[in-house]
């Protein structure tokens, strides 16, 4: 496969803390609010827990070991507040010495280290004050990033504030479907207004400290409209925009949020939460866009047939929340392939959305596809491999799209494979595999898969090809 790319165009894969380090309560660290979740039965399939997950916390120098192997130019991790910070009291030093050794082994492996600080494992405590719907946890968020930036901002350059706030806000709080399992559309708004101030505050502390790449990362969707012709289709897809793409983007970017998105949540009084100042401080300057792309979504506002498969959780198709109520809004299935997530596979939906955001958003900084990947039902065949050629059509087909978006005109300065691990895959647990590489969660074995192989050869391929 030969692509044309930008010169240093960067190649990576990522994970989270929550989903591989497991030693939940090792070195003092204390529950997160996936830990606390995860205990109460028919919360996660098989009711799987976060411990031990594929072990990294013991196993990290041979799982950078692996991406050294891959040829991989960056590794997106992220830092657990729980292992930092545990219990909301002071931090722990234990748990920070676990990112130091993490970031000295990247950088001695020639790998950039790429830090999120949030990926969703807020400290239990922090839950029990009121999570991010109380607006002091912005606060307590940025206090915790200026531990972090303590110890480690002599050695990392990128940091991202948030990963996908839109799950750590709906479906953590409007759905019930993630950590911390609450059904409260009004503290679903709050916290996605609480998390985008703590991303404003934190990003305007860092950057005072002299950090020079700072950005987040949003999973953003195009909302197709299942009949174009459709005034209330065409409807449908426009307020599934404005409260999973829009509301993320146009505070950040913009430095308000939507109009239409106001109305359509007016009954929340959602505008009571915006205190003066906070929109400029959201909108603080940014160096790159995080962009996590699996699929995009069809939208109606029409019942689905009455032979369609049982409703949909979020799960399935990410923010069906109660901003969005069943009988106005539905996803019909569309003549697609899909992954084992029940996913559709629809790579030209990546080109389409790269190429709009640049479009939209002028003066939107470079972007990176932070996150895509596809769930399957690998297989261990009997030579030990993990022939996954589903996955390796997948990553070469959205590869293939984000060349595509840089012909078209858009800024896109890297790719991250979801995931470099199989892991536990928050409320599917254990039954879901995106990893490209595999690990036997019996005895921790990890193998590379055939997808991790021909992740490599792009790699190495690109650097073959004059840009």
């Given at each position: 496969?030969?692509?044309?790319?930008?010169?240093?165009?960067?190649?990576?894969?990522?994970?989270?803390?929550?989903?591989?380090?497991?030693?939940?309560?090792?070195?003092?660290?204390?529950?997160?609010?996936?830990?606390?979740?995860?205990?109460?039965?028919?919360?996660?399939?098989?009711?799987?827990?976060?411990?031990?997950?594929?072990?990294?916390?013991?196993?990290?120098?041979?799982?950078?070991?692996?991406?050294?192997?891959?040829?991989?130019?960056?590794?997106?991790?992220?830092?657990?507040?729980?292992?930092?910070?545990?219990?909301?009291?002071?931090?722990?030093?234990?748990?920070?010495?676990?990112?130091?050794?993490?970031?000295?082994?990247?950088?001695?492996a020639g790998i950039l280290p790429w830090l999120t600080l949030y990926h969703w494992d807020l400290p239990q405590a922090v839950q029990e004050k009121g999570g991010w719907a109380n607006?002091?946890?912005?606060?307590?968020?940025?206090?915790?990033?200026t531990v972090v930036h303590d110890t480690l901002g002599d050695r990392v350059s990128h940091w991202t504030t948030f990963n996908e706030p839109f799950c750590s806000a709906y479906l953590?709080?409007?759905?019930?479907?993630?950590?911390?399992?609450?059904?409260?559309?009004?503290?679903?708004?709050?916290?996605?207004?609480?998390?985008?101030?703590?991303?404003?505050?934190?990003?305007?502390?860092?950057?005072?400290?002299?950090?020079?790449?700072?950005?987040?990362?949003?999973?953003?969707?195009?909302?197709?409209?299942?009949?174009?012709?459709?005034?209330?289709?065409?409807?449908?897809?426009?307020?599934?925009?404005?409260?999973?793409?829009?509301?993320?983007?146009?505070?950040?970017?913009?430095?308000?949020?939507?109009?239409?998105?106001?109305?359509?949540?007016?009954?929340?009084?959602?505008?009571?939460?915006?205190?003066?100042?906070?929109?400029?401080?959201?909108?603080?300057?940014?160096?790159?866009?995080?962009?996590?792309?699996?699929?995009?979504?069809?939208?109606?506002?029409?019942?689905?047939?009455?032979?369609?498969?049982?409703?949909?959780?979020?799960?399935?198709?990410?923010?069906?929340?109660?901003?969005?109520?069943?009988?106005?809004?539905?996803?019909?299935?569309?003549?697609?392939?899909?992954?084992?997530?029940?996913?559709?596979?629809?790579?030209?939906?990546?080109?389409?959305?790269?190429?709009?955001?640049?479009?939209?958003?002028?003066?939107?900084?470079?972007?990176?596809?932070?996150?895509?990947?596809?769930?399957?039902?690998?297989?261990?065949?009997?030579?030990?491999?993990?022939?996954?050629?589903?996955?390796?059509?997948?990553?070469?087909?959205?590869?293939?799209?984000?060349?595509?978006?840089?012909?078209?005109?858009?800024?896109?300065?890297?790719?991250?494979?979801?995931?470099?691990?199989?892991?536990?895959?928050?409320?599917?647990?254990?039954?879901?595999?995106?990893?490209?590489?595999?690990?036997?969660?019996?005895?921790?074995?990890?193998?590379?898969?055939?997808?991790?192989?021909?992740?490599?050869?792009?790699?190495?391929?690109?650097?073959?090809?004059?840009?």
């Open positions: 496969m030969s692509l044309s790319l930008p010169s240093g165009f960067l190649w990576g894969a990522a994970t989270a803390a929550a989903q591989i380090e497991g030693a939940a309560h090792e070195d003092g660290k204390l529950d997160s609010i996936w830990d606390h979740f995860a205990r109460t039965p028919g919360n996660i399939a098989n009711n799987d827990a976060l411990d031990p997950a594929v072990d990294h916390y013991h196993r990290m120098p041979a799982d950078v070991a692996l991406m050294r192997e891959l040829g991989l130019d960056s590794y997106r991790f992220s830092v657990s507040w729980a292992r930092v910070k545990p219990a909301d009291g002071p931090a722990n030093p234990l748990g920070l010495d676990f990112y130091s050794r993490l970031v000295d082994e990247l950088l001695g607006r002091d946890t912005a606060q307590r968020f940025l206090d915790y990033a953590g709080y409007a759905s019930g479907e993630h950590a911390p399992g609450l059904t409260e559309p009004r503290s679903a708004l709050a916290t996605l207004h609480h998390q985008h101030l703590a991303h404003g505050l934190a990003v305007k502390e860092l950057r005072a400290r002299g950090t020079q790449q700072l950005g987040i990362t949003l999973n953003l969707t195009n909302a197709v409209p299942d009949d174009p012709d459709d005034a209330a289709d065409l409807d449908a897809a426009r307020r599934i925009d404005a409260l999973w793409n829009r509301a993320f983007l146009d505070p950040i970017f913009r430095g308000c949020y939507p109009d239409d998105l106001l109305a359509d949540v007016a009954a929340l009084d959602f505008v009571s939460l915006i205190h003066d100042g906070d929109l400029a401080t959201i909108a603080q300057p940014l160096d790159f866009l995080g962009v996590n792309y699996y699929h995009d979504d069809n939208v109606s506002a029409h019942p689905l047939p009455a032979d369609s498969p049982a409703g949909l959780r979020p799960t399935d198709k990410p923010g069906a929340s109660p901003f969005v109520a069943s009988e106005f809004v539905t996803f019909p299935p569309r003549a697609l392939p899909l992954t084992a997530m029940g996913w559709e596979i629809n790579a030209p939906g990546l080109t389409t959305l790269l190429v709009r955001l640049g479009d939209e958003y002028r003066g939107l900084p470079p972007m990176y596809v932070t996150e895509n990947g596809s769930a399957w039902d690998d297989v261990v065949s009997l030579d030990g491999a993990v022939h996954d050629t589903e996955r390796v059509a997948y990553l070469e087909s959205h590869v293939q799209a984000v060349a595509d978006a840089i012909a078209a005109g858009a800024d896109v300065r890297g790719y991250f494979a979801w995931s470099l691990l199989d892991n536990f895959e928050w409320a599917w647990g254990y039954e879901k595999r995106f990893g490209i590489i595999r690990v036997d969660y019996e005895t921790q074995q990890r193998t590379i898969k055939d997808s991790g192989h021909a992740f490599a050869r792009l790699i190495h391929g690109s650097r073959s090809v004059a840009p």
